[in-house]
């Protein structure tokens, strides 16, 4: 596998050259350039008046939309960062505030405006050009792909850069998020309109659910290739389902159909190259190419860990976008995303006081294959059809070694070890068709939409023989209470599903638009081929424009999830687990003070239902025997760039229960952390100098109480330590904090304009418990701390 990763490497990057062609005589230019397109949020048509400003500290340039212009240009502009600022007649202004622009090069921005309230056209807004939902609620957020790239303590992963949004806790450590007391596998997530929930890498063990340490550790997406990102922790339209804790879309960057950029770039782990630029073969046709290969296992070792194991991870993706006509467009995406990691005993020896004793195997490939086409007819309609495959092949393997056996300071070949006792085959395949149109009436805009996807699973479970688990609980099968640890027997718990099923929805809604309110009522019907289910969710939500700077929203509706495929498959009783269900309610109001800085409030609460629990570690068997709720509000203090410097104060309250109504006490969820603030700002002295930094605090995490067995097989030659799980999050871990710095170069040479960043997590080195881990043959947990990390990264742009 590794070398067909090179080869692919290889082949991206000769790609990849011969399509650049750099020009040499475009290289030495000083200037750049910067052209948009103006067009209306909903209707996608251009808007023919406006003006537009283009802002650079104390100067300023003016362009005029006239008649049925559909953009902008701005020629002759030296290298920096810029803002825009547009204003029509009859819409919200908008500003952009981070548009870069590079020598010899055009950047590209669109502007989608929103139509401003009747009678009141001098709303102040902060915000960016993206485009606003006037029906979504407050805490609706889009972030621009320079924000994603150069967020402190991201090192461009769009994960990490969640961190200030609203509801939202991303430690670093891990490449995901969780929102609201809700974990991360809760988090809905489209990729370019399309469901692909593979966007990390290395999120399960041995099919294991991760989520109590955090997720995957590694994005699949390199940096600035992110074009914007929509998050909505709440409250979102009835064109969406499937995961009710949050909305994440991500929109993969549009190839820049003017002018080409090559970039490489390599860091201490490998390397990556990008083709930004026309496609050469139309002149209507973008493209967009990323390919990337990492072998962290170099980091873990620099940095001391190497015991963790070797990762090694590819990403391929690529993207066209074609203008066929002035109404319709196509674009095209495809992602390939394999990942390998190995743990074996020369880890285990690196492990202190081998604390970690298990062997790791696991293989993954992603693969997403997706085209959209967008129509616009009549004078105000839209449609959009995107056809998709996407699948997953993942085989993981663990197995034990006993290197407390083999006497003191054992080689390698001392000790015994058992390979591959268990082991999990997960192989998913999803077919799916979307649908998408809009048009205005007389009232407002209404939208409506359809769904039809065909999932294959082929997923299989097995141990090679009993094997001893030491941590348990007691609902996990022991024969006798006397017997203090758990065996997984081949009888109870092999299990293989192979299955398949259709998956169809509906939906419709209609925004109706009253002067200053925006109501937006609607309804979606799924039928779910698994769980034999027909699910109707009603949704409603509104705004109201209470004064120019003041805007307050309200949302209600019902949200359901489908049950995890590893939990269908676990045991056949599993194979007609329903979808869980949550029902939603906010209230927020937004304060603006000036075209800066502005304050969300934003209050919620969740009742869930139909929760889906592990009834039994032994066999998997789950039911939809849980239930519980969410409280709680967050707080967002924004200042966006003006003066060199911009700002984000974000704090979140929340309180989270569960119940598995099985006979025990309500519990806290595992993700619940009651308090969270972070605190950042940006420096931006010049155009070549960028500093950062962000201090970030939470609650610990919640945690069980327990008791421990001593010599659990009552033999010397074999001593084992279990532990019963007495209580469900009764304590907590330490408070989390950590403060991350970010510094960013870029210097123009000749043709080539090196960037270069240092991108440190935890730079104080405050000792963060990430996770307790058992050590059976100690009997103690051992804690897993996430030190300083820092994140080094040079790229040239050709």
Do not use: C
């Amino acid at each position: 596998m590794p070398i067909v990763r090179l080869f692919i490497f290889a082949v991206a990057l000769t790609l990849a050259a011969v399509i650049a062609r750099p020009d040499p005589a475009a290289a030495q230019q000083a200037v750049g350039s910067i052209s948009g397109d103006v067009v209306d949020a909903v209707t996608q048509r251009p808007i023919g008046r406006g003006t537009v400003v283009l802002r650079m500290d104390t100067q300023a340039r003016e362009r005029q939309l006239t008649g049925q212009d559909r953009g902008f240009d701005f020629a002759d502009i030296p290298e920096g960062l810029y803002t825009l600022e547009v204003t029509a007649p009859g819409y919200l202004p908008a500003a952009n505030q981070t548009v870069r622009v590079s020598p010899g090069k055009a950047a590209l921005v669109t502007f989608e405006m929103t139509r401003s309230p009747a009678g009141l056209e001098e709303i102040l807004v902060v915000g960016s050009s993206l485009g606003t939902d006037p029906a979504a609620s407050v805490s609706a957020t889009r972030i621009t792909r320079e924000d994603i790239r150069s967020a402190v303590g991201s090192g461009g992963d769009v994960f990490r850069a969640l961190d200030s949004l609203p509801g939202v806790i991303s430690t670093g450590e891990f490449s995901t998020f969780s929102v609201r007391g809700r974990g991360p596998r809760d988090n809905l997530i489209l990729v370019d309109n399309m469901p692909f929930d593979k966007v990390v890498h290395f999120d399960q063990t041995l099919g294991e659910d991760e989520d109590i340490g955090g997720g995957g550790r590694f994005s699949i997406f390199a940096p600035n290739l992110i074009g914007d990102a929509s998050f909505e922790p709440g409250g979102w339209s009835a064109a969406y389902s499937g995961r009710n804790g949050s909305l994440l879309s991500l929109n993969i960057a549009e190839g820049n159909r003017e002018s080409p950029t090559f970039s490489v770039r390599a860091d201490i782990a490998g390397g990556e190259v990008t083709y930004d630029g026309p496609s050469y073969v139309s002149g209507n046709t973008s493209v967009l190419l990323s390919a990337r290969y990492f072998d962290f296992g170099r980091v873990f070792k620099l940095i001391g860990q190497d015991d963790i194991g070797d990762p090694e991870v590819s990403d391929v993706i690529f993207k066209s976008v074609t203008q066929v006509s002035d109404v319709d467009t196509f674009s095209l995406l495809a992602i390939y995303s394999p990942e390998d990691f190995s743990r074996d005993i020369e880890n285990v020896l690196n492990s202190p006081d081998f604390e970690d004793a298990d062997l790791l195997r696991s293989e993954q490939d992603s693969v997403l294959i997706g085209g959209t086409w967008t129509w616009l007819f009549g004078d105000t309609g839209q449609m959009s059809n995107t056809f998709f495959y996407r699948t997953t092949d993942k085989f993981g393997a663990q197995g034990e070694s006993f290197p407390d056996l083999a006497g003191p300071d054992p080689l390698a070949e001392d000790i015994a070890v058992r390979e591959d006792a268990l082991t999990v085959r997960e192989d998913e395949t999803e077919l799916g068709w979307r649908n998408d149109f809009s048009f205005e009436t007389g009232l407002g805009t209404f939208a409506a939409g359809a769904r039809v996807s065909r999932v294959s699973l082929d997923f299989e479970s097995r141990v090679d023989g009993d094997f001893f688990v030491y941590v348990y609980d007691q609902n996990d099968f022991r024969p006798t209470p006397d017997q203090k640890y758990v065996v997984l027997t081949p009888a109870r718990f092999n299990a293989a599903f192979n299955g398949k099923a259709y998956r169809y929805a509906a939906f419709v809604e209609h925004a109706f638009d009253a002067g200053a309110l925006t109501l937006r009522p609607g309804v979606r019907v799924d039928r779910d081929g698994f769980a034999d289910q027909t699910l109707w969710s009603p949704r409603l939500s509104a705004t109201y424009q209470a004064a120019p700077n003041t805007r307050v929203s309200a949302t209600a509706g019902i949200y359901y999830q489908h049950p995890r495929y590893l939990s269908i498959a676990a045991d056949p009783a599993n194979n007609t687990l329903r979808n869980e269900r949550a029902d939603q309610f906010s209230v927020g109001v937004e304060q603006n003070f000036g075209p800066h800085i502005s304050v969300l409030v934003e209050a919620y609460r969740q009742d869930l239902k139909n929760l889906v629990i592990e009834s039994d570690a032994s066999t998997g068997l789950a039911s939809n025997d849980g239930s519980g709720h969410a409280t709680g509000v967050d707080v967002v203090l924004t200042k966006r760039m003006t003066d060199s410097w911009s700002g984000t104060a974000t704090y979140s309250y929340s309180r989270s229960r569960r119940d598995d109504n099985n006979g025990t006490p309500s519990y806290t969820s595992d993700f619940n952390r009651p308090h969270a603030l972070t605190l950042g700002g940006v420096w931006e002295p010049s155009d070549r100098w960028r500093f950062g930094a962000k201090w970030k605090y939470a609650s610990g995490r919640p945690t069980d109480s327990f008791i421990v067995s001593a010599d659990v097989f009552n033999d010397p030659a074999l001593p084992r330590f279990s532990k019963e799980l007495t209580a469900n999050n009764v304590s907590r871990l330490r408070d989390y904090h950590s403060l991350n710095l970010r510094v960013d170069y870029r210097r123009r040479i000749g043709g080539v304009t090196l960037v270069t960043f240092l991108d440190v997590i935890n730079a104080y080195g405050r000792n963060n418990v990430s996770s307790l881990e058992w050590d059976e043959r100690r009997g103690v947990n051992v804690i897993g701390n996430f030190g300083v990390f820092p994140q080094i990264g040079l790229k040239a742009e050709f």
